[in-house]
């Protein structure tokens, strides 16, 4: 399927070539996915879809346009084709606009980046069924149950194909598959309130994933240690975010670092390259060749090869993601612009350790709402989580808020647990952060 991708991308280039277009770059993805939801004792919801996609970007006398079409029939994708250079040829000039230096694409290191499983075609969307229906039952009799008010969970795979081709000399393409298990459950607590507590697990293979009775046992017991939950009082304390939680904080570092937030001076790390950012702890390094990586690929979304790169080393600013078009307006030279997968710096203690040397502290199992301004880096976020006090968890917590700036909280960071979150790109470990302002009662 992926040379008839090719074929495919390579036909559309031609054609917009023949009509004019100086730059041509096309990318051909078709995914197959599969989804099974299971609520309550009964199927609740069942997709089952493939797309197929061709997108294609046309670099015309400085000009630019990027257009898609799903419609792939040979006589209308000529038309697409024909219509979106009609298109270009009427947009306003930009220099900055052209494709990559052919330099940029070059030889693919020779390591397997195992981004597909081999047995992937002999799970059946009933084999998915079968597994939702066995995960609430788990999720259901993994512990005291008498306070359930619903449980859903659910099984996702799919399979994923790209044909990139560039006028200027590049042709790749990837294959991927995912395979994903996930319960959520919901309680009754007092005050008409209902804790939920969610777990996933899964990945490229079906070797990422844990057994049926670990991921339900783990949805209930995210639920019911949210009983009782209640604000308690507003002051600094020490805060200690499990790297399942920790995504979200790590979400707000990656939009001020992104080339188009930097030049239209939207970003409070405008001007940081090479300046301390953060805590002498933090380093993180964007890794395309990480094994099974959910972002794991040999080139980026426009050809050029990608590398290992430092994001955060030592706590300093080491790289913004600066694709051709902005690297071309800043006056620099380009990145990439597109994120893989970040690996973290690790300590040597796990989430038990932390919290046991926490004399009182919140351990931060979850971020509620919220926002976070890239432009000024000020954030504010609910969270629900545990008290600790004397380096053990008591009682539950919801209802308060961390409010700041990103420049104060990465400063803030003076631990990093040896637990890297396996189930994203982003392998974020536990944090910790030391003086942090909660507002509660």
């Known amino acids: 399927m992926t040379n008839h991708l090719l074929a495919m991308a390579h036909l559309a280039e031609k054609e917009a070539l023949r009509l004019g277009a100086e730059g041509v770059r096309v990318g051909v993805s078709r995914t197959q996915f599969t989804s099974i939801e299971h609520r309550d004792g009964k199927l609740d919801r069942m997709q089952d879809a493939i797309t197929v996609q061709l997108g294609v970007a046309l670099f015309i006398h400085h000009r630019f346009s990027l257009s898609n079409t799903s419609d792939l029939r040979?006589?209308?994708?000529?038309?697409?084709?024909?219509?979106?250079?009609?298109?270009?040829?009427?947009?306003?000039?930009?220099?900055?606009?052209?494709?990559?230096?052919?330099?940029?694409?070059?030889?693919?290191?020779?390591?397997?980046?195992?981004?597909?499983?081999?047995?992937?075609?002999?799970?059946t969307a009933l084999d998915l069924r079968k597994t939702a229906a066995d995960l609430e039952t788990a999720s259901r009799d993994a512990g005291p149950n008498e306070r359930i008010l619903s449980v859903t969970t659910g099984c996702d795979r799919s399979q994923s194909e790209l044909a990139l081709v560039c006028s200027n000399g590049f042709e790749g393409s990837n294959e991927t598959t995912d395979l994903w298990h996930w319960a959520s459950v919901t309680l009754q607590d007092q005050n008409d309130r209902r804790p939920e507590g969610s777990y996933e697990a899964g990945g490229r293979r079906k070797t990422?994933?844990?057994?049926?009775?670990?991921?339900?046992?783990?949805?209930?017991?995210?639920?019911?240690?949210?009983?009782?939950?209640?604000?308690?009082?507003?002051?600094?304390?020490?805060?200690?975010?499990?790297?399942?939680?920790?995504?979200?904080?790590?979400?707000?570092l990656k939009d001020p670092i992104q080339g188009s937030m930097v030049q239209q001076r939207r970003s409070y790390l405008e001007g940081k390259l090479g300046q301390k950012i953060a805590s002498d702890i933090l380093t993180i390094t964007d890794d395309p060749f990480v094994p099974q990586g959910l972002r794991s690929c040999f080139f980026d979304g426009e050809g050029m090869t990608n590398q290992r790169r430092p994001v955060i080393e030592s706590g300093v600013l080491k790289n913004y993601y600066l694709d051709t078009y902005y690297a071309?307006?800043?006056?620099?030279?380009?990145?990439?612009?597109?994120?893989?997968?970040?690996?973290?710096?690790?300590?040597?203690?796990?989430?038990?350790?932390?919290?046991?040397?926490?004399?009182?502290?919140?351990?931060?199992?979850?971020?509620?709402?919220?926002?976070?301004?890239?432009?000024?880096?000020?954030?504010?976020l609910g969270i629900q989580g545990l008290l600790i006090e004397k380096g053990r968890t008591t009682q539950p917590v919801s209802g308060m808020n961390i409010a700041g700036s990103q420049a104060d909280l990465w400063n803030k960071l003076a631990a990093l647990g040896n637990d890297p979150w396996t189930y994203a790109s982003d392998r974020r470990p536990s944090l910790r952060f030391d003086g942090i302002q909660f507002s509660g009662v």
């Open 74 to 123: 040979p006589e209308a994708l000529r038309t697409f084709i024909g219509e979106s250079v009609e298109l270009a040829k009427r947009l306003a000039e930009d220099p900055h606009r052209h494709l990559p230096d052919p330099s940029r694409y070059t030889a693919f290191p020779a390591v397997d980046l195992e981004q597909t499983d081999p047995s992937f075609g002999a799970i």
């Open 208 to 252: 990422s994933l844990l057994p049926i009775g670990t991921i339900g046992a783990e949805a209930l017991r995210r639920a019911r240690i949210q009983l009782g939950a209640r604000p308690i009082d507003t002051g600094v304390y020490t805060a200690i975010v499990e790297n399942q939680a920790a995504g979200r904080l790590s979400a707000m």
């Open 328 to 380: 071309s307006k800043l006056g620099m030279e380009p990145t990439t612009g597109s994120i893989t997968n970040w690996t973290w710096s690790l300590g040597p203690k796990s989430l038990d350790q932390l919290v046991a040397e926490t004399d009182r502290g919140i351990l931060v199992m979850d971020f509620l709402g919220g926002n976070s301004n890239p432009t000024t880096g000020d954030f504010s």
